[in-house]
């Protein structure tokens, strides 16, 4: 029963596409993030969601859209690809109150060539 | 906002050696530090953490210490076993939103 899922694990696409990304928790958690690991494995934050609503924005560009229907999903779309865009990225989620850390979902793997 | 430093990048030992990675940070309002392990091609993991009102906290084999006057934290890991071999992250709980700043990673690999 895995706690946090995202799909898909692989995407390799051309660029100039758009793709989206998505990611569930069944943990319950309240606040779900976006973070980019790159090549030299660096782990950036990008979004965070709080009971549906945006609370972290970093300077991500605009191509970047995250979308929370509800608390225990958070979507990632990107527009018009761009060969820099190529990274795992990372769907996680906490709680809000009594903060344990982060789980983290399996990865998706972005490869756009 | 928060800088977070790690140190080493790499780190090589022998099976049964210990193993230390230290983090330093900037903002002194930080009250809580968790430590990840990445093993190759798979998701960060929570292996340790420890909040600012206690100095040091300790499972098994691994430990972490914390000096907030200094802001540095370590993570210590003895009697290393070749599944130890991984990336570790350190981490930093910052301003609002439970926001985690990572530091750079450290890929330790024990060796046989």
């Known amino acids: 029963d895995t706690a946090v899922s995202q799909t898909p694990k692989y995407l390799v696409t051309q660029m100039g596409n758009d793709k989206s990304i998505k990611c569930e928790q069944n943990?319950?958690?309240?606040?779900m993030y976006w973070y980019k690991q790159d090549s030299k494995k660096f782990l950036k934050i990008m979004f965070s969601?709080?009971?549906?609503?945006?609370?972290i924005n970093e300077t991500v560009p605009n191509r970047f859209s995250p979308k929370s229907p509800d608390k225990a999903h958070l979507n990632l779309h990107i527009n018009s690809l761009e060969l820099g865009d190529s990274a795992v990225y990372f769907c996680a989620s906490s709680q809000g109150t009594r903060f344990y850390g982060y789980t983290f979902g399996s990865g998706t793997r972005l490869t756009v060539v | 906002g928060e800088n977070v430093e790690q140190h080493p990048s790499t780190l090589s030992v022998q099976e049964g050696d210990s193993a230390v990675i230290k983090c330093t940070y900037s903002d002194s309002a930080s009250n809580y530090f968790p430590w990840y392990k990445q093993e190759l091609g798979k998701r960060p993991q929570l292996i340790i953490d420890?909040?600012?009102?206690?100095g040091e906290k300790k499972d098994q084999r691994i430990a972490v210490t914390l000096n907030k006057t200094a802001k540095h934290f370590s993570l210590h890991i003895t009697e290393t076993q070749p599944e130890d071999s991984a990336v570790y992250f350190c981490a930093v709980l910052t301003g609002g939103g439970n926001k985690l700043t990572f530091g750079t990673g450290t890929q330790l690999k024990v060796e046989l």
């Open positions: 420890i909040r600012s009102n206690v």
């Open positions: 943990l319950g958690h309240d606040t």
């Open positions: 969601y709080n009971n549906k609503e945006l609370i």
